[in-house]
């Protein structure tokens, strides 16, 4: 047994925003902290590849973690992004009802808004959407005046130097192999850096892996009994329009099972794009997958529900993003599970599964979090 002094005080496992977020916490808590990344860079995997919404806070269970992080996120991000140079636009975004069957939905969707203290969301009429975005067909709406949309590589970027400032650091193109928790001291991390192997040590551990959490959950030490959550993969496939989009908002239809269906986001300079969609996958493969079209149909159809106008010809193959969750297809969307030393027994680590939506809205008050779970 040894008790020797730890390289690190704190390790993060894991360079998207999540993962940043909590380690510029740590830093500015005082801790000497690192970040651990398997790529060349931040930010390269679940955050590059999402689409970039600042969220309100409609949809999540109350007092679920996505509720509680997104509300009390989205004003924090919106904040750090005008005090940074970040830039950010607070659009606005229209849920539609384009049956009455589904007009339930809707009204589901304001009532979980107002217990999560969602206080800014407005009914709308057919009319009323139609004031707004003109070439949108529903019969009934929902409008979040504070929705937006961020730069989110500029976010990470931002993390990145409040990391350095804060004499931080990341460790690139580095994988974590094993993680041994000697009780006395401190955890020892085996990697792999640039394909060497290596060791490090530190008196916390906090993982937020994202994808690589499917790998990690079995290498991390844990009490007997204890599980680790199982991680699924989303594929989710987005295409963008070629033509100028006619819409200033974000236009969402209701919610399908796995995800928020095939919705409109812009980007920064009003450029729209479709997506996601949800394809179960059991691989990391960002490869876009649309034999003899049938995806790209599939999309039209969803988008001409809500937007009849829409021309089928301007849609083309965009990107493709990959959500971790910890349900399987066909169950319920879960909430963020956050584990600590009450759920698998560790002290002073903490490990993140399911980071998927509204992860991005939620990182600074999420950072908060997991930084306050080993404090």
Same mark, same amino acid.
């Given at each position: 047994?040894?008790?020797?002094?730890?390289?690190?005080?704190? !390790? /993060?496992?894991?360079?998207?925003?999540?993962?940043? @977020?909590? #380690?510029?916490?740590? +830093? %500015? $808590?005082?801790? *000497?902290?690192?970040?651990?990344?398997?790529?060349?860079?931040?930010?390269?995997?679940?955050?590059?590849?999402?689409?970039?919404?600042?969220?309100?806070?409609?949809?999540?269970?109350?007092?679920?973690?996505?509720?509680?992080?997104?509300?009390?996120?989205?004003?924090?991000?919106?904040?750090?992004?005008?005090?940074?140079?970040?830039?950010?636009?607070?659009?606005?975004?229209? !849920? /539609?009802?384009?049956?009455?069957?589904?007009?339930? @939905?809707? #009204?589901?969707?304001? +009532? %979980? $808004?107002?217990? *999560?203290?969602?206080?800014?969301?407005?009914?709308?009429?057919?009319?009323?959407?139609?004031?707004?975005?003109?070439?949108?067909?529903?019969?009934?709406?929902?409008?979040?005046?504070?929705?937006?949309?961020?730069?989110?590589?500029?976010?990470?970027?931002?993390?990145?130097?409040?990391?350095?400032?804060?004499?931080?650091?990341?460790?690139?193109?580095?994988?974590?192999?094993? !993680?041994?928790?000697?009780?006395?001291?401190?955890?020892?991390?085996?990697?792999?850096?640039?394909?060497?192997?290596?060791?490090?040590?530190?008196?916390?551990?906090?993982?937020?892996?994202?994808?690589?959490?499917?790998?990690?959950?079995?290498?991390?030490?844990?009490?007997?009994?204890?599980?680790?959550?199982?991680?699924?993969?989303?594929?989710?496939?987005?295409?963008?329009?070629?033509?100028?989009?006619?819409?200033?908002?974000?236009?969402?239809?209701?919610?399908?099972?796995?995800?928020?269906?095939?919705?409109?986001?812009?980007?920064?300079?009003?450029?729209?794009?479709?997506?996601?969609?949800?394809?179960?996958?059991?691989?990391?493969?960002?490869?876009?997958?649309?034999?003899?079209?049938?995806?790209?149909?599939?999309?039209?159809?969803?988008?001409?529900?809500?937007?009849?106008?829409?021309?089928?010809?301007?849609?083309?193959?965009?990107?493709?993003?990959?959500?971790?969750?910890?349900?399987?297809?066909?169950?319920?969307?879960?909430?963020?599970?956050?584990?600590?030393?009450?759920?698998?027994?560790?002290?002073?680590?903490?490990?993140?599964?399911?980071?998927?939506?509204?992860?991005?809205?939620?990182?600074?008050?999420?950072?908060?979090?997991?930084?306050?779970?080993?404090?």
């Amino acid at each position: 047994m040894t008790s020797r002094a730890p390289d690190i005080e704190t !390790i /993060v496992i894991g360079g998207g925003v999540i993962g940043m @977020a909590i #380690a510029v916490a740590c +830093a %500015k $808590a005082g801790q *000497n902290t690192a970040v651990i990344e398997r790529n060349s860079g931040c930010g390269q995997e679940i955050t590059s590849r999402s689409s970039e919404v600042i969220h309100a806070g409609l949809y999540y269970p109350a007092g679920s973690l996505k509720a509680l992080h997104c509300v009390a996120g989205k004003s924090r991000l919106y904040q750090f992004a005008n005090e940074n140079g970040v830039a950010v636009k607070r659009l606005g975004k229209l !849920i /539609v009802a384009t049956s009455h069957s589904e007009l339930p @939905a809707l #009204a589901d969707i304001a +009532a %979980k $808004a107002k217990v *999560n203290g969602v206080d800014d969301l407005q009914v709308l009429s057919p009319a009323q959407v139609c004031a707004l975005e003109p070439e949108v067909a529903c019969v009934g709406g929902l409008f979040s005046p504070s929705t937006g949309i961020i730069d989110s590589h500029a976010l990470v970027q931002s993390l990145e130097g409040h990391l350095s400032t804060s004499a931080g650091t990341v460790i690139f193109k580095t994988s974590v192999t094993a !993680i041994t928790w000697h009780r006395d001291s401190h955890f020892e991390l085996d990697v792999l850096t640039s394909g060497t192997p290596a060791k490090v040590s530190a008196r916390n551990v906090i993982v937020a892996a994202g994808l690589g959490m499917a790998e990690l959950r079995s290498v991390l030490p844990h009490a007997p009994g204890y599980v680790a959550p199982d991680i699924q993969f989303a594929k989710g496939h987005y295409f963008t329009y070629q033509r100028r989009t006619p819409f200033q908002h974000l236009v969402y239809p209701v919610p399908v099972a796995g995800g928020l269906g095939i919705h409109v986001t812009l980007d920064l300079q009003g450029r729209a794009r479709f997506g996601p969609d949800v394809a179960w996958t059991d691989t990391i493969d960002y490869g876009f997958d649309d034999k003899d079209g049938a995806r790209q149909a599939e999309f039209e159809r969803a988008v001409r529900t809500y937007w009849p106008g829409v021309s089928a010809s301007s849609l083309v193959q965009g990107y493709v993003g990959i959500r971790p969750k910890t349900s399987r297809a066909g169950e319920p969307a879960r909430d963020f599970e956050i584990h600590g030393p009450r759920e698998h027994g560790i002290p002073r680590m903490v490990a993140l599964y399911g980071i998927e939506s509204p992860g991005l809205t939620a990182c600074l008050s999420l950072a908060d979090y997991c930084c306050g779970m080993i404090a």
